[in-house]
């Protein structure tokens, strides 16, 4: 594993573990050990996949770079230029990832715990790793550097550590435009108004301009909309698609099927008779 991985993990670690002792001088009961214990789990799944991988992402980059509009080599403007393409990549990706089913059933792990916390940033489905950079090709086809593109993800990846606390209360300023705790937990909130919102990686600026910003008002409720019984990590993994699996089952067209596969999460929970 790189060094830049075990500082990741030694940074993650120290958070987790100061959170955890406030939030238990505190009395509050942000953590749970069968919750914190699949968060690891599958963070370290998800790392595992991604450091493996990595000279796929880079070969899968690489080939897309052959056919790049520009030669673009890493100086300083590209650097800020790639910022934002990341951003706005990441922006839409996420938003898909919530209005597309499917996407949806890779994504929802993420989402599925109803404890909020530090830890809650590692919680994912390492499957999404196998395709998720198809929608960075864009930015190769620019022409940026394989290795800037990878690298750029890192640091957005890294800064939403640090935005799942309810620690962190309010930023003041900084809340106009970075994607704080603040806007991250309505993200993450099932309350109906919060549902869909705040999809930004380090800002929050695509979501202003894009109409999903939602600022933080009511107490959230954390989890999903139809919270899974089962928290072990294959139910966590698995669930929603053996939910669009039955859904499939009983469709009466084609129409339907295809809608429960593509079409926005709360048309095929609607459809299933959920409330």
């Known amino acids: 594993m790189e060094l830049r991985h075990y500082l990741a993990y030694g940074v993650f670690f120290i958070v ?10 505190r009395n509050l009961k942000l953590y749970k050990g069968r919750d914190i214990t699949n968060n690891i789990i599958l963070g370290l799944l998800t790392t595992i996949l991604m450091v493996i991988g990595k000279g796929t992402f880079v070969a899968f980059f690489t080939f897309f770079k052959r056919y790049a509009l520009f030669d673009i080599g890493m100086v300083w403007w590209s650097w800020i230029v790639l910022f934002f393409l990341n951003e706005l990549i990441f922006y839409w990706f996420h938003r898909l990832s919530h209005e597309i089913r499917i996407l949806w059933a890779f994504h929802v792990a993420h989402h599925s715990s109803t404890h909020y916390n530090f830890s809650t940033a590692v919680r994912n489905n390492f499957f999404i790793q196998t395709f998720r950079y198809v929608a960075w090709a864009p930015i190769a086809m620019i022409g940026f550097d394989p290795l800037a593109i ?3 993800d890192s640091v957005a990846y890294f800064f939403q550590l640090f935005v799942h606390t309810q620690m962190i209360r309010n930023l003041g300023f900084l809340e106009w435009f970075l994607n704080t705790p603040s806007h991250h937990r309505v ?6 108004e919060y549902i869909d919102k705040n999809y930004g990686a380090i800002l929050i600026l695509w979501d202003r301009l894009f109409g999903t910003f939602r600022k933080e008002e009511e107490t959230v409720r954390f989890g999903i909309t139809r919270n899974i019984d ?3 990590v294959p139910n966590i993994l698995f669930h929603e698609f053996i939910a669009i699996g039955k859904d499939i089952g009983r469709s009466r067209s084609l129409s339907d099927a295809l809608h429960y596969i593509f079409g926005h999460p709360g048309w095929g929970y609607s459809k299933a008779g959920a409330k």
């Open 150 to 152: 990878i690298l750029m």
């Open 230 to 232: 089962s928290q072990s």
């Open 16 to 25: 987790v573990t100061i959170e955890s002792i406030v939030a238990y001088r």
């Open 187 to 192: 993200h993450h909130g099932s309350n109906p």
